[in-house]
């Protein structure tokens, strides 16, 4: 069994090592630089996981797995294009340091190789491989047009919420672990539970990301915190914070999210104050808590010895530790 460390060493040395001699290198040069920005290569080291619980030999699915931070970094250089993002990860984005044209003909070239790599496996498990990573690309794409709707709407429900987070984020992690298993030979039903708890992480994974957003450390986060409250992006705090809130704490509230101008830190500071009254942050951390319960009754069911799921289940619980 391979620690998760070992697998993230050996992600970063395959996407360090990837040949870019196609040309023109003008379409090329701005992948490398994306891949090239580092980040936490949670989706490869959770594929390469999960191949781990079946098969000893996890580098043997390395193509694969470097062809899904190919594909999850082509949607965060989309993203940021459609944000208007200046930095991303402490760089500039593609769109600015080229530019746009440029980040979308870049983009759809990481798209296209991110199945070209995903198909370089073995022929009997191509068609189930494809199938489910064509499937989960439909479903992103699904879920940011949620999120872009919901951007003009206040009266987004936490039902609502959730799909859309589990299109956007979650189907992703779940289609790492499934792919893996897939790959590595699991039975039908093993590799369903893994999905579903790859889907419940996920869950829990962007719940964090909100929660963080807010009260995180921005030297540890990585970036300014109430980015989301500035934006009155809908998130889970502040669709709950809406709902939950008692008439003058919701007229206060409603004010902040319609004033087309507003000092920023005067904003956040008022917004967290609303949510500690309300108890949001307490909320959001019973439900990250409650998903991540319900993931480790799925990986539970893997037929597969406590011994061998130690490593994957304790990455799962670092991630849930996360302060970026």
Same mark, same amino acid.
Request: net charge negative; with cysteine.
């Given at each position: ?67 899904? &931070? ?13 944000? +208007? ?35 370089? #496996? ?52 779940? %289609? ?16 369903? +539970?893994?999905?579903?708890?790859? &889907? ?23 970036? +300014? ?6 934006? +009155? ?50 909320? %959001? ?5 409650? #998903? ?33």
């Amino acid at each position: 069994m391979r620690t998760s460390e070992e697998l993230l060493k050996k992600v970063n040395e395959a996407l360090d090592g990837i040949k870019y001699d196609r040309q023109p290198a003008t379409l090329y040069d701005p992948i490398k630089y994306v891949l090239a920005l580092g980040g936490k290569r949670v989706r490869p080291v959770l594929m390469l996981l999960a191949y781990n619980l079946f098969k000893e030999d996890p580098e043997r699915i390395m193509t694969q797995a470097i062809g899904l &931070e190919t594909y999850h970094n082509f949607t965060l250089l989309h993203d940021d294009l459609m944000d +208007n993002a200046d930095m991303r990860r402490g760089h500039e984005t593609v769109h600015k340091k080229w530019n746009p044209n440029q980040a979308i003909l870049s983009g759809d070239t990481m798209l296209l190789q991110a199945f070209q790599r995903m198909g370089q #496996c073995e022929a009997d498990k191509l068609q189930q491989v494809i199938g489910l990573f064509t499937e989960t690309t439909l479903e992103i794409d699904e879920g940011q047009q949620l999120d872009v709707e919901f951007e003009t709407r206040n009266d987004v429900t936490e039902a609502e919420y959730i799909e859309m987070i589990r299109l956007k984020t979650s189907v992703l992690l779940a %289609c790492a672990v499934k792919i893996g298993a897939i790959l590595g030979g699991a039975s039908i039903e093993d590799q369903e +539970n893994l999905y579903k708890f790859g &889907e419940q992480i996920g869950l829990a994974f962007q719940l964090q990301d909100d929660l963080l957003d807010v009260y995180g450390d921005p030297k540890l986060f990585g970036k +300014n915190i109430g980015g989301d409250i500035t934006s +009155n992006k809908k998130t889970y705090m502040l669709i709950n914070a809406v709902n939950r809130a008692n008439d003058v704490q919701r007229k206060e509230l409603m004010g902040w999210i319609e004033a087309e101008t507003f000092d920023r830190n005067e904003k956040v500071k008022a917004v967290t104050r609303l949510y500690d009254e309300i108890g949001i942050r307490q909320l %959001c951390e019973q439900k990250m808590e409650a #998903c991540y319960a319900l993931a480790m009754e799925y990986l539970a069911k893997v037929s597969v010895s406590e011994e061998r799921k130690a490593i994957l289940s304790a990455y799962a619980a670092a991630m849930m530790k996360r302060q970026s």
